[in-house]
C-alpha cells in the first residue's frame, strides 16, 4: 500500500505564501513524476505544477512565476512553494505521484486527499 500525505495548507491573505508539502509512504520502488492538482469549488481539478524524476518542471500559465515546485527524492517527497497568492488560487490542492509499487508491472497515478487553501482578498 502507498500513502501520500500533503501539508501546508491554510488560510492567508492575498499577497502572501504557502508551502505545500507531500511526502509519499509504503511499498515504493519508484517514482517518476511527481505534482499537484487543485478543485476549487465548482470547477474541474487542473494542474497546477509537475516535476519529473529528473527535475523537469512544468507549471500552469495560471500560477507561473508564482509558484515554484521541488522535489527530494530521498525523502520521497514534493514541495510546492506558492507566492504572491490570489484569491482565484483558493481550492483543494491534490498531490499525485506517478509510482511503481513494489513487486508492480508498472507505474500509476496515486494521489493525496488534499489540502485546503484559502487566499482572503
Known amino acids: 500500500q502507498v500513502q501520500l500525505v500533503e501539508s501546508g495548507g491554510g488560510l492567508v491573505q492575498a499577497g502572501g505564501s504557502l508551502r505545500l508539502s507531500c511526502a509519499a509512504s509504503?511499498?515504493?520502488?519508484?517514482?517518476?513524476?511527481m505534482g499537484w492538482y487543485r478543485q476549487a469549488p465548482g470547477k474541474q481539478r487542473e494542474l497546477v505544477a509537475t516535476?519529473?524524476?529528473?527535475?523537469?518542471?512544468n507549471s500552469a500559465d495560471s500560477v507561473k512565476g508564482r509558484v515554484t515546485i521541488s522535489r527530494d527524492n530521498a525523502k520521497n517527497s514534493v514541495h510546492l512553494q506558492m507566492n504572491s497568492l490570489k484569491p482565484e488560487d483558493t481550492a483543494v490542492y491534490y498531490c499525485?505521484?506517478?509510482?511503481?509499487?513494489?513487486?508492480?508491472?508498472?507505474?500509476?497515478?496515486?494521489w493525496g486527499q488534499g489540502t485546503q487553501v484559502t487566499v482572503s482578498s
Open positions: 516535476i519529473s524524476s529528473g527535475n523537469t518542471t
Open positions: 509504503g511499498s515504493i520502488f519508484s517514482i517518476n513524476a
Open positions: 499525485y505521484a506517478i509510482l511503481t509499487t513494489t513487486g508492480g508491472l508498472w507505474p500509476y497515478a496515486h
